[in-house]
């Protein structure tokens, strides 16, 4: 169970809806510091930071996370570092880079010239065709106030060094959310899930604060839920 949890954790901070319509990049924050919580079934068992920094051109981000409560017990320090380019379609990736316990675990180099991603997982290396909608595992946070979520049906592919998975969402619509952050204006969207696929994802967007990911939430097939949520954030011009 616990060796599920932390998957689980490390996907959530992985995975996110796709999002449409781009926001000038000169109306984002220069800097945005946010501060998270992982729990299951109301019990914390990871917390961490991202910090998210741009110039209008480029971008580049660092997201920590370390295990917390009985899931201490197993120590599981995750850093991801990524860096990349602010394009009229939103967020490009150029590197990404992961580490677990202070080890290099996974990395990605994205050609865009080319069209091709290198994915390198411990010693296993590959190189794959790279898709417009492809993002890095460390940017999704803020990801959005440079991709505004728009339209019913959404998808992206998303890296994280070892594969490029491709997700597929649903907007769901305006919904208010009541966060550690107070009472907040949100867009809520929603996994599509295949007949035979039990495992649903949920993520709230803040609309009056440039769209940062505020929460989201796994469902397991057992009906185990799993919360990632923002405790605090701030932003910086």
């Known amino acids: 169970m616990m060796k599920r ?19 000038p990049a000169e109306s984002i924050p220069s800097r945005a510091e946010v501060k998270f919580r992982l729990t299951v079934a109301g019990i914390p068992v990871g917390e961490g930071v991202a910090v998210f920094q741009h ?17 201490a017990l197993y120590r599981l320090h995750i850093r991801r570092e990524a860096k990349g380019r602010i394009t009229a379609a939103g967020l490009w990736p150029q590197s990404f880079v ?6 290099v675990t996974r990395s990605a180099i994205c050609d865009w010239a080319a069209g091709k991603v290198q994915l390198i997982d411990g010693d ?28 019913k049906e959404q998808r992206l592919y998303m890296t994280d060094g070892r594969r490029i ?11 208010k959310l009541s966060t550690p952050l107070g009472q907040l204006d949100t867009v809520h969207v929603k996994k ?6 039990k ?3 949920d993520a709230w967007l803040a609309v009056d604060r440039h769209f940062l990911l505020i929460r989201a939430r796994a469902t397991e097939k057992n009906g185990t839920v799993f919360d990632w949520t923002v405790e605090s954030a701030s932003f910086a011009s």
């Open 124 to 151: 296993n290396k590959q190189t794959l065709a790279l898709r417009p909608n492809t993002w890095d595992a460390a940017s999704v946070v803020c990801s959005f106030a440079f991709s505004l979520p728009d339209g």
């Open 98 to 103: 992961e580490t677990r316990n202070d080890r």
């Open 5 to 23: 949890i932390l998957l689980i954790w490390a996907a959530l901070m992985a995975t996110a809806p796709a999002p449409a319509a781009r926001a």
């Open 199 to 201: 495992r649903g994802f």
């Open 165 to 175: 998975t491709e997700y597929k969402y649903s907007v769901v619509g305006r919904e």
């Open 55 to 71: 110039d209008a051109k480029t971008y580049s981000v660092v997201m920590e996370s370390n295990t917390i409560g009985i899931a």
């Open 192 to 197: 599509i899930q295949d007949e035979d696929d």
